[in-house]
């Protein structure tokens, strides 16, 4: 399996995709900074804005959305390169191959984490204030990237399922991933009707964002009123994302294997 994973990842790298991941996580800390530097963010200033910033809305969007391009990369690879018939005459099954490709999305998630803690550390120290609680952001930061990895594995399944074009594809990953952020931040607490409030207790990001807003919600002030009943423990948070990553894997798996076989 980590010879897979090391092939998979070598393909990844002949791409340049592992910078594109890097250069991702670069973006948006650069417009956040200058909110906290303009004193748009409440009591929270400097390092602990810049990161909270990061991390609910900076790795929702652009973590997702860049996994999914990569995950349509990694199952159309050997289609489009014609290198299927060389995978069936070796001793792999496929079952293999596309847990090695789904690891190679949490790798990828991992690093994503690390430069969003570095570039938030920078726009902390940029913004001029003391960089305090590292290890725990840090911690904050991989478990969310790997809570947002796990969201876009449905988003896999329709990508290896249909089978399509790149552009099918990024277009899928991109309005999933605005729709499940918008979930999050809108429908979670504007809607009233029962279907919404339905989806945004199955949708990932706003099952995520209500263990998030626990820490990053100032208490006492009237937004935290009104999302308190909201709340959610991680450990709720992480076994219902754990559930639909499970299902969605053991689903790619089936559909990559009778594809393949």
Known sequence: MLKLIQCEMRKLKRKHFVSFVIFAALLFPIPFTALVLAGSMGNFTGFEAVFGLLVTMGIPIMLPAVLGI???????????????????IIPTSPAKIATAKIAVLYILGLIFAFATMVSSMVGGLIAGSELTNIGENFGIAIITALLYTTSILPVVIAIVGFNRSYIFSVILTFFYT???????????????????????????????????????????????????????????????VVIIGVLSYLAIVRIYSKRES
């Open 70 to 88: 990569i995950a349509a990369m990694l199952f159309f690879m050997e289609r489009d390169n014609d290198t299927l018939k060389n995978l069936r």
């Open 178 to 240: 605005m729709f499940d952020f918008m979930l999050a931040y809108g429908g979670l607490f504007a809607t009233t009707d029962p279907m919404m409030k339905m989806i945004t207790n199955i949708m990932p990001a706003p099952i995520i964002y209500r263990w998030q807003a626990v820490r990053f919600v100032d208490p006492g002030t009237p937004a935290y009123s009104v999302m308190e009943p909201y709340f959610l423990p991680l450990w709720l948070v992480a076994l219902t």
